[in-house]
């Protein structure tokens, strides 16, 4: 199971995953575990979930439980973008989201998943 950590001043990936795992190159993956983009953007105070090496490295997944669908939710950063494309276009640099010409209707976005259960939906 993965711990929190929240960002100091002077942190960086590389050094947060120096000290957790012994080697600063491991940081593109916790970047990516986190769903972070840029793993040279982080901000003081922001938290990041700290797996074990095993698991960020791919030998461990999470078991995850399928919806009452029986879809199986995307599993890590890969698998959302893989599923939903680019999400980064709906995501402003403050960390906000945003449809284009609607701001914050996440649950329009919701209703375009393939995962939406049946009569979920409704026109904002």
Do not use: H
Not at 6 to 11: E, I, N, Q
Not at 39 to 62: C, K, Y
């Amino acid at each position: 199971m993965a711990r929190e950590y929240t960002v100091r001043p002077s942190d960086t990936l590389a050094k947060i995953a120096k000290v957790f795992y012994g080697d600063a190159l491991i940081a593109r993956k916790l970047a990516e575990y986190n769903g972070i983009k840029n793993p040279d953007l982080i901000r003081v105070n922001q938290v990041i979930e700290i797996p074990s090496q095993r698991e960020l490295l791919g030998g461990l997944r999470p078991t995850l439980t399928a919806p009452a669908s029986g879809l199986t939710p995307p599993n890590g950063l890969p698998e959302i973008l893989a599923t939903f494309g680019d999400i980064y276009s709906l995501i402003r640099d403050d960390g906000s989201w945003t449809l284009v010409g609607r701001p914050n209707t996440w649950p329009t976005l919701t209703c375009l998943s393939r995962y939406r259960s049946p009569g979920t939906c409704r026109n904002p």
